[in-house]
């Protein structure tokens, strides 16, 4: 209550103000603290409380959020571009961010990224990832209340992503291997004959298109991830 004499001025002050939670809903308790009254005519007054309760609402954003690492197979480049596409479940295409520039290694892991896309259209059930010179990873994803989700596509045999944040999940909850193969040179989601034509053409050169492992040179251990990958396909965008 502010039973001020009329006419008295003074500032209004605060410390902080915080929600009972995260979570979107509406008449949610609102804690403000360090409440303090300064200048003027506040040497004629006294607070009764430096605390106090409200409501407030927080709203669901108009879009979502996916954060979350991505491995690419035996890259050790300090970076590397990546295009995510996000889907419906009829597989309809709602967003594209093309040419995602990957330059935050994930801790001590050389070969995995940390990426972060905003704006995710509401009705997204899956994101795929695919490198220059890998094949596509399409996963499904789930956002939370806030409209937000992680999601990782990495081998959980090799990397823990709670290790990276412990924000993240463990690697026991990723079920099966996500990350992204090497292979694909020419972008056509299978690492057949064409592929390795390039790779041949380009052989103990410098050239990106078909540095598979981003050390800076094409060669045999470009070739050897080739040859894990031979004949298999990606996924669907």
Known sequence: MDNRVAGDLFAETYG??????SNVGTVKTVTITGLAITLGASGNYALQNATTT????????PSGTVKGLIELQGYVGAHATNTFVATDDSGHVLAVWPNV??????GS?????????????????????KATVSLRRRLAVTFDGNNQAQLHFVDPVLVDPHSVDTNFIPASQITQVQKLLGGDLNSDNVVNTPDYTILRNRWLTAAPEADINGDGIVNQ????IMKLNWLKAGDPQ
């Open 101 to 106: 520039l990957l330059d935050s290694k994930a």
């Open 221 to 224: 251990t470009d070739y050897d």
């Open 54 to 61: 409200t409501t407030a609402n927080i709203t669901r954003p």
């Open 16 to 21: 902080s103000a915080t929600f009972s939670d």
């Open 109 to 129: 892991y050389l070969d995995t990224f940390r990426f972060a896309l905003t704006g995710v259209p509401d009705g997204t059930t899956h994101l795929s990832a």
